[in-house]
């Protein structure tokens, strides 16, 4: 059984004991938490959306936090002697996919 999540702005395809990265989401490690909004169930080809999947839920488990790589932000406006150098580096929530309950 396999899942279609929405979180962080981004989308996964998830099933039970997966180990996946994403965008920070509120707990510690160890706790449960419910994963973002789910688009899609399915089992083999039998695929379930829309309000079919309206009170499907994803359980995981917070594994750690993590960083991304950093990310050098450079703006240069040429022959105007105007420059601008940022760095970024994306917070991560490891999770661990516990259940698909549709």
Known sequence: MFAVIKTGGKQYKVAAGDVLEVELVAGE??????L??????GNGGDVKVGAAVANAKVTAEVIGRTRGK?????KKRRRQN????????QSHTA?????IAA
């Open 29 to 34: 490690a160890g706790d449960k938490i419910q």
């Open 82 to 89: 105007s420059r601008r150098k940022n760095g970024h580096r």
């Open 95 to 99: 999770v661990k996919i516990l259940e």
């Open 70 to 74: 950093k990310i050098i932000v450079f």
């Open 36 to 41: 973002g909004q789910v688009l899609a169930v």
